[in-house]
């Protein structure tokens, strides 16, 4: 087992430096895979978001925008290299802490800060080329008038993010509105804030100017409210739950402020009868054991062709054995706890409804024996569902997964988009013209065909129906950040000539 770091204690990080909170509040830290309260953050509240969005202004108007806000992009992405290095510098520690404090399994921690450099040397690329994109002309059909674009930072960003991937998340808000040239306001998820706040510390390293990033911590009602629906805050992005999501959608309306939303999701994986059974298997567990489920594109509905439904099922629970569930430290573990009480009180009664409901519980549904503390649960395999159960409808955010079987893949199609979220959705087949057709079929932002829950800093990421809109990542996620601006020219010599001139006499 890894040695036991010390968890820093930090501040509120605003305006380049560390403050207290206003009211002295702070939050214990606690490690969902011991129970064990290992530090405390700061608890901000609307006092402190006043300061924090202050901050951010100041800095997004510093000297005219000279030096961030309209500074050329290469500028911007010197800084976001550095940002880069230094979390591949501080890689180790950041993964530990980001396990300690959230459960999640060492080596997707280390995985995790691999993605979050690679976001920020991605968003490096993209703010220089971002130079090259302005002043593009646009075609008139006439001489007189010429136009242009501009692409320029929609402003001070406020930015509220999850614990399941605690410093990724963050990363894929902030490393695109630094490109921009928007300075933020980060309040990260009260269950998992450590590793963001540590993104402070590194901006402090490499002399980020004070006040571009802003990192808050609290509670969401008494830090995440009062940044939603701040009048001087351009516009808000938000990644959790969709209940959330709603509230911030609706206190942003209050001041038209635009908003981004990743939201929930419920995503299926089809997997047809010519597969190699045990490679489906394996994409099908990290489809929803990968972070104990807790992830946004879970495929936690598996849909099977009842041609191998049986066999398929057997090597499933084969494989899942096989899962070492254990501390987060240990040598090998592929799965943790979940992240909380509350979250793993949320899964335990999720499965309790689905048995009384009548489905069964195949595999798993309680706590792993040999894990006597911490907020473990099995990984789960739910059968005999109905489209009616709870199972079917809600997501988990736990390694929870209900299975149907289906005959036809009309069927398969119709079950994978019978819901009310659309994030993703997974197909395993041999037949590519299959494959082709459902990738067009299912009602979702992103389509896995063979696989499921890559995620490529390239590739747009987002949702459709209650899984929410605006896309993160690749080009689209600068974009989510920039405001395009019109610039129109009359470049004729002669009078516009629409009103008679005024008699000289
Ligand atoms: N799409 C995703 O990646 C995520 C989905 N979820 C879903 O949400 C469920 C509940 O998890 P929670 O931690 O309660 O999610 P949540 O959506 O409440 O938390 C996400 C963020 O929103 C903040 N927040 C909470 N209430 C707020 C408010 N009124 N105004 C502004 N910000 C607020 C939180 O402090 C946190 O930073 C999970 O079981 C899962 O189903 C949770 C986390 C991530
Ligand atoms: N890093 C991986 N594989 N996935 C990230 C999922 C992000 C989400 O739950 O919104
Ligand atoms: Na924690």
Redesign the pocket.
């Known amino acids: 087992m890894a040695a036991q770091p010390t968890i820093p204690r930090r501040g509120l990080f605003i305006g380049g430096g560390w403050r207290e909170p206003s009211l002295g509040r702070r939050l214990p830290v606690i490690n969902p895979a011991t129970e064990a309260t290992i530090g405390d953050i700061p608890a901000a509240t609307a006092e402190d978001v006043e300061i924090a969005v202050a901050a951010a202004r100041e800095a997004f108007s510093r000297d005219g925008g000279r030096h961030w806000s309209r500074a050329p992009g290469a500028v911007r992405a010197k800084f976001l290299r550095a940002i880069a290095a230094k979390i591949k510098d501080r890689q180790s520690d950041l993964a530990l802490l980001e396990a300690l404090d959230s459960g999640k399994p060492l080596d997707e921690a280390n995985g995790d800060m691999d993605d979050v450099a690679a976001c920020f040397e991605y968003y490096a690329d993209l703010a220089e080329a971002l130079d090259g994109k302005q002043r593009s002309p646009i075609s008139l059909p006439m001489e007189n008038f010429k136009s242009h674009t501009l692409k320029e930072p929609i402003g001070v960003v406020g930015m509220?993010?999850?614990?399941?991937y605690p410093l990724l998340?963050a990363t894929w808000k902030v490393a695109p509105s630094l490109a921009a040239g928007c300075t933020t306001v980060l309040?990260?998820?009260?269950?998992a804030s450590l590793t963001c706040l540590e993104l402070g510390a590194i901006c402090t390293e490499v002399g980020l100017p004070p006040g571009v990033l802003n990192i808050i911590t609290?509670?969401?009602?008494e830090?995440?409210?009062p940044?939603?629906s701040h009048p001087d805050v351009d516009k808000v992005a938000?990644?959790?739950?969709?209940?959330?999501?709603k509230?911030?959608m609706t206190?942003a309306a209050q001041m038209v402020k635009p908003v981004s939303l990743?939201?929930?999701?419920k995503s299926a994986l089809i997997v047809f009868d010519d597969v190699d059974i045990d490679k489906a298997v394996e994409w099908a567990m990290f489809g929803i054991f990968f972070n104990a489920g807790?992830?946004?594109s879970a495929t936690s509905r598996l849909l099977l062709h009842e041609k191998i439904a049986k066999q398929f099922l057997d090597r499933l629970v084969a494989w899942t054995k096989n899962i070492k569930v254990s501390d987060p430290l240990e040598e090998g573990c592929r799965l943790g706890s979940v992240v909380s009480e509350?979250?793993y009180e949320?899964i335990k009664k999720f499965i309790s409804t689905a048995r009384s409901e009548g489905a069964t519980i195949l595999y798993g549904g309680a706590r792993p024996q040999h894990l006597r503390r911490g907020f473990f649960i099995e990984p789960t395999i739910i059968t005999d569902v109905s489209t009616s159960m709870q199972i079917w409808r809600e997501?988990?955010?736990g390694p929870v997964v209900c299975v149907k079987e289906f005959r036809t893949e009309s069927e398969a199609v119709e079950l994978a988009n019978d819901t009310h979220y659309g994030l993703a959705g997974a197909v395993i087949s041999n037949d590519q013209d299959r494959c082709e057709r459902i990738s067009k079929a299912l009602h979702s932002g992103i389509v896995w065909i063979n696989c499921s829950q890559p995620t490529l800093v390239q590739a747009p990421w987002g949702g459709n129906k209650r899984s929410g809109f605006g896309r993160e990542l690749g080009e689209w996620g600068l974009e989510n950040y920039l405001t395009v601006k019109q610039v129109t020219k009359y470049c004729s010599d002669e009078p516009w000539g629409w009103y008679q001139p005024p008699s000289k006499l």
Not at 187 to 191: M, R, V, Y
Not at 218 to 221: D, Q
Not at 262 to 265: D, P, R
């Open positions: 509220i993010t999850p614990w399941n998340m309040k990260p998820s009260e269950l609290g509670l969401g009602p830090a995440g409210a940044l939603s938000f990644t959790g739950s969709t209940e959330t999501g509230r911030i206190a990743e939201l929930g999701g807790q992830v946004c509350g979250q949320k997501e988990v955010f």
